[in-house]
Nanobody, 114 residues
Framework: QVRVVESGGGLVQPGGSLRLSCAAS????????MGWFRQAPGKQREMVAI???????NYADSVKGRFTISRDNAKNTVYLQMNGLKPEDTAVYYC????????WGQGTQVTVSS
C-alpha cells in the first residue's frame, strides 16, 4: 500500500502560478511512475502530466508549455509547476502513484478566478 498526499492548491488569479506537491510513501519511490490528474465539476477525470521512473514526461495538450512536472526521488515527492493559469484549469487535482497498482491521493482544489 502506497500513501499519496497532495498539497499546494488554492485560489489564484488568471495568469498566475501555483506549485502542487505530492508526497508518496515507500522505499521504492524512484521506480514509481507518477502522474497528476484533474477533475472539474461535471467532467471526467483527465490526465494532466505523467513522469516515469526514468524521467520521461508526457503532458495533456491543454497544459503543454504552461505546466511542468518534476520529481525529487530523495524527497519521495513529485511536483507540478503551473504557470499561466486559466479559469478552465479550475479543478480538483489528484496525484497518482503507479507501481504494482495505482494509488491516489485525496486531491487538492485549484481555483483560477479573478
Amino acid at each position: 500500500q502506497v500513501r499519496v498526499v497532495e498539497s499546494g492548491g488554492g485560489l489564484v488569479q488568471p495568469g498566475g502560478s501555483l506549485r502542487l506537491s505530492c508526497a508518496a510513501s515507500g522505499s521504492f519511490f524512484s521506480i514509481y511512475n507518477m502522474g497528476w490528474f484533474r477533475q472539474a465539476p461535471g467532467k471526467q477525470r483527465e490526465m494532466v502530466a505523467i513522469i516515469t521512473s526514468g524521467g520521461t514526461t508526457n503532458y495533456a495538450d491543454s497544459v503543454k508549455g504552461r505546466f511542468t512536472i518534476s520529481r525529487d526521488n530523495a524527497k519521495n515527492t513529485v511536483y507540478l509547476q503551473m504557470n499561466g493559469l486559466k479559469p478552465e484549469d479550475t479543478a480538483v487535482y489528484y496525484c497518482r502513484s503507479s507501481w504494482l497498482g495505482d494509488y491516489w491521493g485525496q486531491g487538492t482544489q485549484v481555483t483560477v478566478s479573478s
